[in-house]
């Protein structure tokens, strides 16, 4: 026994090297196994969301969603244990952006074990207090940490720079992509993304119930979770053509999976919307050295997504919704706040040598 807790000791003992990135290639095999671990949330999502009774823990659908957490967590450890067999220990083993996701490891395990003595004792959740569960608050928790973590990895590695090529920026965009979904399953309550296209028409139309209430919310709520993670990548990289499309394409995934895709044409209108702020990204070049199109960039993309989103409804519907200051002030709003949260996130240009002198430092 005295022999293990030294060992233990010995092992997590900081050896005192400079901790070292993985490769393009190790952040990749994250991210897809990050997918598997993502993709199994959404399985158990749409579970929850579309069968009648769930009346156990021990399903097909956990079991995806634990497989992949096994997947995604062996990968880490042996990133740590490639490191301890070259001689590192403590912190000098942890590959650089791999910490949290590490400990975040037995964290998830603990609230999975809460999470599984939660169901057996109390039963399955199936509407909306699934969202506030302690359990599944610790495990989504942790989860973000671990599915992020080829976003830390890539944000210094030396080797991206300013300017990284979609390839080379594509394992931080699924991690943050997958991370957004958690968010936006956790506000479920008021997700734009899980409305029909007759029912965006018919909310619009009627100023006596509440589905006005409930959409105009919704389309706030989804309006920040989807812009803020873009504007975030935009204070660190230019980002390349394309990356906002990746992100929207793993964006409607979750609210597919609990919609069982039965509201495609509005899911697709929001992987539109990305390639519109893609190609508004090429014509602004917005960066936080260029403060006035970072601005415009985040107001003008949440004005067209929103456009996009109720032309799709009126057109799929076969008619504009009755009340018109709602369908045509309703994407104005969404730009105001795009904007607002433009001004939120680079209040002030950064110059290029200090920029990049504070990423090196973040």
């Given amino acids: ?153 890539a944000w210094n590695a030396p080797d991206i720079g300013d300017r990284p090529r979609l390839s080379r920026l594509l394992p931080a965009l699924v991690g943050l992509g997958f991370g957004a979904t958690l968010v936006s399953l956790f506000l479920s309550y008021g997700d734009a993304m899980q409305w029909s296209a007759n029912g965006v028409v018919r909310a619009f139309s009627n100023l006596d119930g509440q589905g006005t209430d409930r959409l105009a919310a919704a389309m706030i709520i989804t309006n920040v979770v989807l812009l803020a993670p873009v504007l975030f990548l935009q204070r660190r990289w230019r980002l390349p053509f394309g990356s906002v499309t990746v992100l929207s394409v793993v964006g409607v995934l979750m609210p597919g999976a609990q919609t069982a895709f039965r509201n495609l044409p509005i899911l697709l209108a929001f992987v539109a919307a990305g390639l519109v702020s893609d190609l508004l990204i090429r014509w602004l070049r917005p960066s936080r050295e260029r403060r006035a199109a970072y601005w415009a960039f985040a107001g003008l993309s949440a004005f067209a997504t929103w456009s996009l989103y109720l032309a799709v409804a009126s057109v799929v519907a076969g008619q504009l919704p009755a009340v018109p200051e709602l369908w045509t002030g309703a994407p104005v709003v969404a730009g105001l706040i795009g904007l607002a949260l433009g001004a939120l996130f680079l209040p002030n240009a950064v110059p290029a040598q200090a920029g990049e002198s504070g990423a090196r430092r973040a």
């Fill in 1 to 153: 026994m005295v022999a293990v807790d030294a060992g233990v000791r010995r092992l997590l003992a900081d050896s005192g090297e400079v901790r070292t990135w993985v490769s393009p290639r190790t952040d990749l095999v994250m991210a897809l196994l990050g997918v598997w671990f993502g993709v199994g949330l959404m399985i158990d999502a749409w579970a929850h969301s579309n069968l009648a009774e769930l009346e156990t823990f021990f399903t097909p659908w956990h079991a995806a969603f634990y497989s992949g957490f096994a997947a995604v967590s062996g990968w880490i450890i042996w990133q740590v244990y490639r490191n301890v067999r070259a001689g590192r220990s403590g912190l000098a083993a942890v590959p650089n952006g791999y910490l949290a996701g590490l400990l975040a490891i037995p964290g998830f395990a603990a609230f999975g074990f809460a999470d599984m003595m939660w169901h057996e004792l109390l039963g399955i959740e199936q509407t909306i207090d699934i969202l506030f569960s302690p359990s599944h608050l610790g495990l989504i928790v942790t989860m973000m940490l671990i599915i992020t973590t080829p976003l830390r990895s």
